[in-house]
């Protein structure tokens, strides 16, 4: 814990000198959803790389910068552009910031990714709400974390991901009719995508999508007691009887196109958080 | 991260001042399957030492040299001996010959394993050729800053295994009466074998046999958009409910046995490429 927050306190100090206002929630979004950021009203936009120890990414459709300011009337501070494993980054690296939303205000986190998906009943451009996940990262970066010990204990938080939040996102689905499901997500390091037997052991194991993402997040936020929920947009649906390319760039294109939706939850669950 | 390249160019300068010809296919020879190397006209045997960036295998059974020659009619070059994540090598640098292979112009990657089988239907002996992998290594050769030069950011690996060359390897195998099959292998970090519950595990997620190795260099093929094509040796196998404690030397004894199938197999798609050529 100690070597994550004396990284985080540092990146604080120069990030306070840019911003020093109220944050309430914390955004991370993922693959083709930055958009959302431009809905913001905006009160400051820092680059990653002017943040001392911030990880800055260079993974295709991510830019790379803190947005504080407003959205639905919530103050919040949003990360447009996320930091992988696969860039050569620990868990800790990429769940740094999420301490540092905490330590700035914010409550609750909300995530988005892209995954891939596997559980035959989805279809391309469904939204998972995700309601616990598997971590095959092999990455123990974030096991010094002292907090872990909170989360394992606390009754109410046996799960990272808030129960009340599940149910607003998929309320939210049902009145504007769009699919959403709850189910778990499993995430591994990458960069490969997964092969037909790999994609079989997920599936088996209990995962309903797949991504390289958000895991690492999530633990540092539960770990701070932070209100968490997490969206993943099916991007594919992986068959691994019939198996077909996957292309980065569909990828990006599908998680585009479901944005409006995603952007409805999120909304709803601003509201929620901001009570 | 992106002195990757250079890395390869040097090594590939290094080989090319002794070895001029442009290889059809790289070969990776596992674990006392070492003997193909045999049949391999031989123009220039290169050790490793004398390779710019290439790891050295401390490995049992394993020689550490790089042998340039003709196969069937077809360049090739073959690395007898290969490097191990329980070795301590990063898997970058495990995988650098592969990369060295396709600079050089090898388009085709052969590997061979000798493996543990956990499908009852198997038997010590016995030749699976590869059809998928599980990567349980718990790490991954493409980790880090990717240089769009050598491969994309995001590996498919909906066909790893060219599914054309199983079938070919399996016909070649019918017709020379080798018993062979189609599997999964599963790929873990190793050195120590596994417990019965661990047998257990991989067979439920999957695999039909376990070893150490492949899998790094198959992605990094995949990812420089080489064709594989992979055989398993079964030199012990893993019945959890009757297991035995395993033996290096017997492995290695069973390894050479089945020696002269899995040359067979290897030769046979050589010529079925030159064919095609």
């Known amino acids: 814990m100690d070597a994550i927050r004396e990284k985080m306190l540092e990146a604080l100090a120069h990030v306070r000198r840019r911003f020093d206002g109220e944050v309430r929630v914390g955004i991370i979004l993922g693959t083709g959803l930055g958009g959302l950021a431009e809905y913001i009203d905006r009160e400051a936009v820092i680059d990653y790389r002017d943040i001392p120890n911030f990880p800055h990414s260079t993974a295709l459709s991510h830019r790379g910068q803190l947005v504080f300011g407003t959205l639905a009337g919530v103050p919040v501070v949003a990360m447009q552009g996320r930091c992988h494993l696969y860039e050569g980054y620990s868990s800790a690296d990429v769940g740094m910031p999420v301490l540092l939303m905490n330590e700035m205000g914010a409550k609750g986190l909300i995530v988005s990714n892209a995954s891939g998906g596997m559980n035959p009943k989805h279809r391309s451009g469904d939204i998972l709400v995700i309601e616990d996940h598997i971590n095959l990262m092999w990455d123990t970066s974030l096991e010094p974390l002292a907090g872990l010990r909170r989360l394992r204990c606390n009754e109410t938080t046996v799960v990272p991901y808030d129960r009340g939040l599940i149910e607003i996102a998929l309320s939210v689905a049902r009145r504007e009719n769009f699919a959403a499901h709850r189910g778990v997500y499993v995430s591994v390091s990458g960069p490969t995508y997964e092969t037909r037997a790999e994609y079989r052991l997920f599936r088996k194991i209990g995962g309903d999508v797949v991504g390289m993402s958000t895991i690492p997040e999530v633990v540092v936020g539960a770990s701070c007691g932070m209100r968490i929920m997490a969206l993943s947009m099916i991007t594919n649906i992986a068959r691994p009887d019939a198996p077909e390319k996957v292309d980065a760039e569909d990828v990006v294109e599908i998680a585009a196109r479901s944005e409006p939706n995603l952007r409805k939850i999120v909304m709803a669950a601003l509201e929620e958080l901001s009570q | ?277």
């Open chain 2, 1 to 277: 991260m992106l002195d990757l390249y250079d890395k390869i160019e040097e090594a590939v300068t290094a080989i090319k001042a002794k070895w001029d010809k442009t290889p059809h296919a790289g070969i990776i020879l596992g674990t006392g399957l070492g003997g193909l190397v045999e049949k391999i006209e031989v123009d220039v045997a290169i050790d490793y030492e004398e390779i710019p960036n290439f790891p050295r295998s401390t490995a049992i059974s394993h020689a550490g040299r790089l042998v340039c020659g003709t196969l069937e009619g077809l360049p090739v070059m073959a690395m007898e001996g290969r490097f191990h994540m329980y070795e301590g090598y990063p898997l970058k640098q495990i995988t650098l010959p592969v990369r060295v292979m396709k600079a050089m112009g090898a388009e085709l990657l052969v590997v061979s394993n000798a493996c543990g089988g956990l499908n009852p239907y198997y038997k010590n002996g016995h030749i699976m050729v590869i059809e998928d992998q599980i990567n349980l290594m718990g790490d991954n050769p493409l980790i880090g800053i990717n240089d769009d030069r050598l491969g994309p950011r995001f590996p498919d690996m909906c066909e790893p295994y060219d599914q054309k060359l199983v079938d070919r390897a399996l016909e070649i195998a019918r017709g020379e009466n080798i018993e062979a099959s189609k599997g999964v292998f599963v790929a873990v970090a190793g050195p120590n074998l596994e417990t019965r519950a661990e047998y257990r595990f991989l067979r439920t997620i999957g695999a039909d046999v376990v070893g150490m190795s492949t899998v790094p260099e198959v992605i990094v093929a995949v990812h420089c958009g080489m064709r594989v094509v992979g055989f398993s040796i079964v030199t012990d196998m893993c019945l959890p409910d009757a297991l035995e404690p395993a033996d290096v030397s017997k492995i290695i004894a069973t390894a050479n046995a089945a020696e002269p199938s899995l040359c067979t197999l290897v030769t046979g798609v050589l010529a079925a490429e030159r064919n095609d050529s």
